[in-house]
T-cell receptor
Framework: GQNIDQPTEMTATEGAIVQINCTYQTSGFNGLFWYQQHAGEAPTFLSYNVLDGLEEKGRFSSFLSRSKGYSYLLLKELQMKDSASYLCAVRDWTQGNTPLVFGKGTRLSVIA | DTGVSQDPRHKITKRGQNVTFRCDPISEHNRLYWYRQTLGQGPEFLTYFQNEAQLEKSRLLSDRFSAERPKGSFSTLEIQRTEQGDSAMYLC??????????????FGQGTRLTVV
């Protein structure tokens, strides 16, 4: 089975940098995704990691360490519109590989 | 293509009634997923189709739940004899297997079900 842990809530200041951590335990890791979800809206894709290291995409970066079962999402130059839930999800090949298994999400509040 | 669309967006039903939701995936996507999400939680996987074949069902999916994708395009999720515990957001997502396993799933806006 899988166990995915993220902090429940975080608060950060506009213009700052915030790091959202995710730890996971899977039988057969095969990729990690980060999604953003604004209240009442659909999750939208942010990033994908399958190999160790950092993936950068504009203000958002995601890091993966497979040996530690650990990922983080880094948001730079925070804007008020970044206030949302951030969902960590893993793909596990022992669970059929294809459906993503999501953590409970981290609710980020960006304050002025 | 306007993305994944779900209908209805909101549904209020009395306990014991049956409800059916529809999902239209992105047209070229052959994979379709149903998830359920309650407040403060991440989406929970319910079931998955590749083309018209239902390849996986979660243990969360009780006998009251059934899903179909008859022609490999749109899908329906039916809940029979609804219970208050079924109140949740039901999310549909689609993806393409042709781009490999790194391809993300695209989500619809969801159907919010309230059972009273």
């Amino acid at each position: 089975g899988q166990n995915i842990d993220q902090p429940t809530e975080m608060t950060a200041t506009e213009g700052a940098i915030v790091q959202i951590n995710c730890t996971y335990q899977t039988s057969g890791f095969n990729g990690l995704f980060w999604y953003q979800q604004h209240a009442g809206e659909a999750p939208t894709f942010l990033s994908y990691n399958v190999l160790d290291g950092l993936e950068e995409k504009g203000r958002f970066s995601s890091f993966l360490s497979r040996s530690k079962g650990y990922s983080y999402l880094l948001l730079k130059e925070l804007q008020m519109k970044d206030s949302a839930s951030y969902l960590c999800a893993v793909r596990d090949w022992t669970q059929g590989n294809t459906p993503l298994v999501f953590g409970k999400g981290t609710r980020l509040s960006v304050i002025a | 293509d306007t993305g994944v669309s779900q209908d209805p967006r909101h549904k209020i039903t009395k306990r014991g009634q049956n409800v059916t939701f529809r999902c239209d995936p992105i047209s070229e996507h052959n994979r379709l997923y149903w998830y359920r999400q309650t407040l403060g939680q991440g989406p929970e996987f319910l079931t998955y189709f590749q083309n018209e074949a239902q390849l996986e069902k979660s243990r969360l999916l009780s006998d009251r739940f059934s899903a179909e994708r008859p022609k490999g395009s749109f899908s329906t999720l039916e809940i029979q004899r609804t219970e208050q515990g079924d109140s949740a957001m039901y999310l549909c997502a689609s993806s393409s297997s042709l781009m490999g396993e790194s391809t993300e799933a695209f989500f619809g806006q969801g159907t919010r079900l309230t059972v009273v």
